[in-house]
């Protein structure tokens, strides 16, 4: 058996007492030809390993540089040096994988972050990543966890999709047809009864509507999956594939589905601080440092560690679309001319800029938007009383903008068909879906958070680039 070494996390809870360990792990730095500082991925903290003078090979020696693999076995003892608890006295050092020191890119100083993201495949060796990616990891366990405990059923919707009922123009097509003879119908269109399903498919943009289908028989499920959207925006908040998180639930009005939508959002963000304290507080530091670079008006009001206790502890706002309107046509910022969308009045989409007033202005902290004018939202949403609106809501983060967006879905079917015709949405493409609605059909909710915007939230990382492992954006795929 090659493996019974101890994770680096783990043996700096221990007291150092003589014990004889086996670490492996990644070089950081070696100073004096003596000092080793390990990195394991495990935490940012390195173990410092002592190579008494004179006890190894000058080769062995030559060849420890940084990001080279080691497997180091030798005793913990108390450090005499300052910043660490303990030293690993190496008996045997035997390098598992050599570094060109010329050629690693990676230097044991600042690397900018875009820097970073042309060598995504060596980032993680980063501190800064390293937080970043254990925290992405904690929030997702926390997803289960949180739903799982809950009895909600994790259901896997399909990736593939024939409906394109949602996101027409924003979807990426799958097809095995060649290029050069595409097969044409009489009217010149492409035949895609030759194509590979026998019909035109696509990347899935939502796991939503099988989602419903989920609900209405197991009462409560959540996805947890990948999306995709050939959206050519080329901004700080969108990826053309990311992760998102779908809870449905029968039984649910649009209250209880922002009550869920809030207990969710404060229960992964505890569970991170609970469980990576460390690494959020390291990331903290780096926001901060990365701040004082800015003009004092665009620094945050609050530190991340901050920030994050003040959404655990302080009740989402919810407001109505109406009210925000009032609020946003009210504001010093519309009448000053400030937004480059001025506030026209009631039935305007809203605009980031417009969110982000709100929330980082106006209230100073989350904010669930709720029952919108039916025209800017989908087919699928509750229409209310008042027949101008629909019980959609959406949540607004400081900082990020739409986190998530969700609502009651429309349970009564003469009510959907009416709106899926004046939508021009094709019901015989759905007729699945309207089976629903047929069969027992319940009141019904659910939304979507934007797992990499939920990340960003928690590691205050700007650039949505830098919370996903191989970023998918406009003109790049490396990696
Ligand atoms: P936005 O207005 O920010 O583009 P949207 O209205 O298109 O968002 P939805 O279709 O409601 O978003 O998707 C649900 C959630 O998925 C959003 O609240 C957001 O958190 C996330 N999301 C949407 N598009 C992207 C994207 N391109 N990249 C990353 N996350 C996204
Ligand atoms: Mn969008």
Not at 6 to 21: C, H, R, S
Not at 91 to 108: C, M, N, R
Not at 283 to 302: F, H, I, T, Y
């Amino acid at each position: 058996m090659f493996n019974k070494r101890i994770k680096i996390k783990d043996l700096l809870t221990q007291e150092p007492a003589g014990q004889e360990v086996t670490v492996m792990g990644w070089v950081r730095t070696f100073r004096n030809s003596q000092f080793i500082a390990l990195n394991d991925g495990s935490t940012n903290n390195n173990l410092q390993i002592v190579a008494g003078l004179g006890k190894f090979d000058d080769e062995l020696l030559k060849r420890i540089n940084t990001s080279a693999a080691l497997k180091v076995t030798g005793t913990i003892v108390p450090s005499l040096g300052k910043g660490q608890k303990m030293d690993l006295n190496a008996v045997t050092i035997e390098i598992l994988g050599d570094s060109d020191a010329e050629k690693y890119p990676l230097q044991p100083k600042k690397h900018s972050l875009e820097f970073l993201r042309e060598i995504a495949h060596l980032r993680f060796r980063t501190n800064t990543f390293g937080s970043i990616f254990r925290v992405r990891h904690a929030l997702a366990f926390a997803v289960h966890k949180f739903f799982n405990d809950k009895g909600f059923v994790y259901m896997h919707t399909p990736i593939i999709t024939a409906s394109d009922a949602e996101g027409a123009g924003e979807m990426f097509r799958v097809t095995t047809l060649p290029f050069d003879k595409t097969p044409r119908n009489e009217d010149g269109g492409v035949n895609f009864k030759e194509d590979f399903f026998g019909r035109s498919t696509n990347l899935t943009v939502s796991g939503q509507l099988e989602g419903e289908l989920g609900a209405t028989a197991f009462g409560e499920i959540y996805t947890f999956g990948p999306t995709f959207r050939a959206e050519n925006s080329n901004t700080a908040r969108h990826l053309a594939e990311f992760w998102m998180i779908e809870p449905e639930m029968a039984f649910y009005d649009l209250e209880d589905n922002m009550n869920l939508a809030e207990e969710f959002i404060k229960y992964i963000i505890k569970y991170a601080m609970d469980n990576n304290k460390e690494d959020i507080e390291f990331l903290a530091q780096r926001l901060a440092e990365e701040e004082k670079q800015l003009p004092q008006d665009k620094r945050s009001e609050m530190g991340l560690v901050e920030k994050l206790e003040f959404v655990l502890t302080n009740s989402f706002e919810r407001l109505t679309y109406a009210g925000a309107i009032e609020i946003l046509k009210e504001s010093n910022h519309n009448k000053k001319k400030k937004f480059q969308y001025p506030i026209t009045g009631w039935g305007m989409d809203l605009q980031s800029e417009h969110e982000r007033y709100l929330v980082e202005k106006h209230f100073k902290k989350p904010v669930i938007l709720n029952n919108y004018p039916k025209e800017i939202k989908a087919f699928y949403m509750r229409q209310n009383e008042d027949g101008k609106t629909v019980a959609a809501m959406d949540i607004l983060a400081p900082g990020i903008g739409e986190i998530v967006g969700g609502s009651q879905r429309e349970e009564r079917l003469d009510k959907l068909e009416a709106r899926m015709k004046e939508m021009h949405i094709p019901a015989e493409e759905l007729w699945w879906y309207l089976d629903t609605r047929r069969f027992g059909t319940v009141p019904h909710a659910g939304f979507g958070l934007g797992f990499e915007r939920m990340v960003q939230f928690v590691t205050g990382m700007t650039n949505i680039r830098d919370v996903i492992a191989f970023p998918r954006t406009p003109k790049s795929a490396e990696f």
